[in-house]
């Protein structure tokens, strides 16, 4: 009987890891569809990319007061996770408070001391981020992308940080209570310097009442963290975890530089070229034209383009930033993030289903992403440069253009017509290169 608690911390934890794990491998599976990167250039920047970017959060505190609140959190929300390790081992063994016995006295204190004040700066930023989300209501927590799931997923993630740090403040208070009556078991240890202001709550509960306290809160806080882990799958938080594989895969040429493919460069070269012999053996070191020039679906992206996906915070700050958003485009580069996350997780249900993916007459174009959404982005970068966590949203932008290009021929007429120009007169603008300087026999 006494084991009982063990057994089912023990299942509990094994279920909440399974299927976390299960999850994961979906995840991975599913960026694996896209087309391989070769990520082995650069280590050493890449490395300080993500120790800098991702766990320095250097491009968060460009905006200091959302920065420093999500630093808060972002650091709180780690640090007190250190607290989970000592709270398994307890679960697993029985124990109580088992990292007291074995760390010095002094440094366990002080350890449960930072766990408390971080977990009350937890609370106080989130308490403000749900504030400017729903009272002020910022304009990039309103757009149109951000209704229904988008929009609550936002609020539940807030509640579940605020419920867990108050479960946790809740367990320490119970547990003073509970050391300072000297009932067994409740190994005196700690320093409380925030849950302390909770424990007069507490005075004249029974001893019994006070272990139903401690015992609820601590098993709803373990319990909670394992549903936090879980819900990670179905949320924007995934970025907790995939921000440093993002960044780490993240782009290391100059910003601004496109991709150009050989081979379309080739041909242009030839094109421009009044000497070129178009009946010529193509070149030894040639690259082969791809099968499918830019991309449609997800599975035509690049697997850092997917893994940028599954990354997204829906943060806006690169719909913000954006030139053709701000001037009522229907462009937002997070929706073209949101939808290549949405259509990579239709493509995912129909492999699960189908054991391999059976066409379903869909795809990222037209069914999610509008060639007038894509044909409205100006390649300022802007949004490149402010997203927090190193994600493009212009490279899919650019990729899916390519495609109606070069696939579909479905350029806008302006864009058709400079390209004849090019093609004909060899500069955007309809003049034969002969009159090129006639503007000088004006003068
Ligand atoms: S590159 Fe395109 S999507 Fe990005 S901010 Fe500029 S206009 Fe908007
Ligand atoms: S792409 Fe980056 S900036 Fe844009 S919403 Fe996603 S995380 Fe935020």
Request: proline residues 5%; contains cysteine; aromatic residues 10%.
């Amino acid at each position: 009987m006494q084991y009982i608690p063990n057994i089912l911390f023990i299942i509990a934890l094994a279920a909440g890891i399974g299927y976390f794990t299960f999850n994961i491998r979906k995840i991975i599976r599913n960026i694996k569809l896209g087309q391989k990167v070769d990520a082995s250039d650069h280590k050493s920047q890449r490395w300080s990319n993500v120790f800098r970017i991702a766990l320095g959060q250097s491009k968060m505190v460009v905006r200091p007061i959302p920065g420093l609140l999500h630093i808060f959190v972002y650091v709180g929300f780690v640090i007190i996770n250190i607290e989970v390790l000592e709270i398994i081992i307890d679960g697993i063994f029985g124990t109580h408070r088992v990292l007291s016995t074995v760390l010095p006295t002094g440094l366990y204190n002080f350890l449960i001391a930072s766990f408390e004040i971080l977990a009350f700066l937890v609370l106080v930023g989130v308490i403000l981020f749900w504030t400017r989300r729903n009272i002020q209501k910022l304009k990039r927590f309103w757009a149109r992308e951000m209704k229904g799931w988008p929009k609550n997923d936002g609020n539940i993630i807030l509640y579940f940080e605020m419920v867990l740090m108050i479960l946790f403040l809740t367990m320490n208070a119970a547990d003073q209570s509970l050391q300072s009556l000297g009932v067994a078991h409740y190994v005196e240890a700690g320093s409380f310097p925030i849950s302390q202001f909770i424990v007069p709550f507490f005075d004249g509960l029974s001893e019994g009442t006070l272990m139903v306290i401690e015992r609820s809160a601590w098993w709803l806080h373990i319990l909670g963290i394992l549903a936090f882990l879980n819900y990670l799958y179905f949320s924007k938080h995934l970025h907790i975890l995939l921000a440093f594989p993002n960044v780490y895969f993240g782009r290391v040429v100059p910003q601004g530089k496109f991709k150009n493919l050989a081979s379309v460069t080739a041909e242009v070269k030839m094109m421009m070229d009044p000497d070129a012999d178009p009946f010529a053996a193509p070149d030894e070191d040639a690259t082969e034209a791809p099968a499918k020039f830019g991309a449609s679906d997800v599975m035509d992206l690049s697997t850092t383009q997917l893994l940028g996906a599954y990354t997204c915070t829906e943060c806006g700050r690169c719909t913000s930033v954006c030139p053709a958003n701000m001037t009522g485009k229907l462009l937002s580069p997070r929706k073209i993030m949101m939808d290549t996350r949405d259509r990579l997780e239709e493509v995912g249900r129909n492999i699960d289903k189908n054991g391999e993916f059976k066409p379903d007459d869909k795809q990222l174009l037209n069914d999610y992403i509008l060639p007038e959404e894509l044909w409205a982005c100006t390649t300022c970068n802007a949004c490149v440069e402010a997203c927090p966590v190193s994600i493009e949203p212009m490279s899919i932008i650019m990729d899916m253009r390519q495609y109606l290009v070069m696939e579909q021929s479905a350029a806008p007429q302006e864009l058709n017509t400079a390209m004849t120009n090019i093609e004909n007169n060899g500069a955007p603008w309809p003049y034969n290169q002969q009159d090129r300087l006639n503007w000088m026999d004006e003068n």
